[in-house]
């Protein structure tokens, strides 16, 4: 084992926040050893702007039948060098499959802790020194985040599997700001600090999950095996603003969703009670099926709104996928 630290980015299609995550990671106090570039098949120039700023030394062909790993080197603004291994993979298969392909190369290289973060946030200066103070208390850290507009960054910090309800992180902010830190039982995708053997125990992400309630999934699996801590440090900063649930019609964001969200975010709560039965839980399926019809009527409700007939397709499909069983479709634009 390396007494070494990795950072996992995933990308897809985003070229300029990814540039200015990354630059965010080289301009850390404490460098990490290494950063792991998950290119989930981007068609934006993401490759050409990688090989420009340095991170890459050249561009990888348009056309791949197997996923292409290239290695550099590139030096930290503090003049450290840091170790840079670029994915470039033959095809999209979202979120999850880019953390699943990202933790499992860091991990087999032998790295003790690995970092993991999607590429819309930017890490403050000194985040990945503070994360190194908590190791400490804890072999699983979520820091805390905020928008780039300074309004506080709300996520499911708490999970109940038997029902599916998820309690949000402002609920923590008191004991957050007497303790510090609070024992919560989901770590996401943005800015989970997890020691290797936890890895070990927990496995990697399911890449079934593609994106919605695939870091919801992990989370709460690690917390089978580990003590997570959210701690009151803001060390990361969310670029893409989400509107909350006030700001918007039929209490849910649109601009959070649309035909392909949609799918996945119906489809996945199956997927959810599907893993979660196979593990043992009692899970009363009455109420994750309400929840689930309730979903499926507002997302309808925005397709007709939206005069959408593809999102209320969409929609209708991940219903179908779910309720059969059918989890390996990936959503075809």
């Known amino acids: 084992m390396k007494n070494t630290t990795a950072v996992v980015v995933v990308t897809f299609n985003r070229k300029q926040l990814l540039m200015e995550c990354l630059e965010s990671l080289r301009n850390q106090t404490q460098k990490p050893d290494s950063i792991y570039i998950i290119d989930n098949a981007s068609t934006d120039g993401t490759s050409e702007l990688l090989l420009n700023a340095g991170y890459i030394s050249a561009v990888p062909p348009e056309s791949i039948t197997e996923n292409i790993i290239a290695k550099s080197v590139i030096v930290s603004h503090s003049g450290e060098k840091i170790e840079i291994v670029y994915v470039r993979k033959k095809c999209n298969d979202g979120g999850s499959g880019g953390f699943h392909e990202g933790m499992k190369l860091a991990y087999e290289s032998g790295n003790e802790w690995i970092w993991v973060m999607d590429d819309d946030v930017k890490a403050v200066p000194d985040a990945l020194e503070i994360l190194s103070n908590w190791k ?195 959503y075809i634009h």
């Open 136 to 330: 400490q208390k804890s072999l699983v850290i979520q820091p805390s985040r905020i928008y780039e507009n300074k309004t506080e960054m709300i996520w499911a910090g708490s999970f109940t599997p038997e029902t599916g309800l998820e309690y949000h992180s402002q609920n923590f902010n008191k004991r957050l700001k007497n303790m510090g830190y609070v024992y919560v039982n989901i770590a996401c995708f943005e800015g989970m600090f997890i020691h290797r053997t936890v890895i070990e125990k927990a496995g990697l992400p399911d890449k079934r999950f593609f994106f919605c309630g695939d870091d919801t999934m992990y989370g709460f699996k690690v917390s089978q095996v580990a003590d997570i801590i959210l701690i009151k440090d803001i060390l990361l900063i969310r670029e893409i603003f989400k509107a909350k649930k006030d700001d918007n019609i039929l209490s849910v964001p649109i601009n959070m969703t649309g035909p392909m969200t949609s799918y996945y975010l119906i489809r996945n709560e199956y997927l959810k009670m599907s893993i979660l039965e196979k593990d043992g839980f009692d899970i009363d399926k009455k109420t994750y099926k309400r929840r689930i019809r309730i979903s499926i009527l507002k997302e309808l409700g925005k397709a007709v709104l939206t005069f959408n007939p593809k999102w209320a397709k969409s929609t209708w499909q991940g219903y179908k996928d779910g309720k059969s069983g059918y989890f390996d479709r990936t």
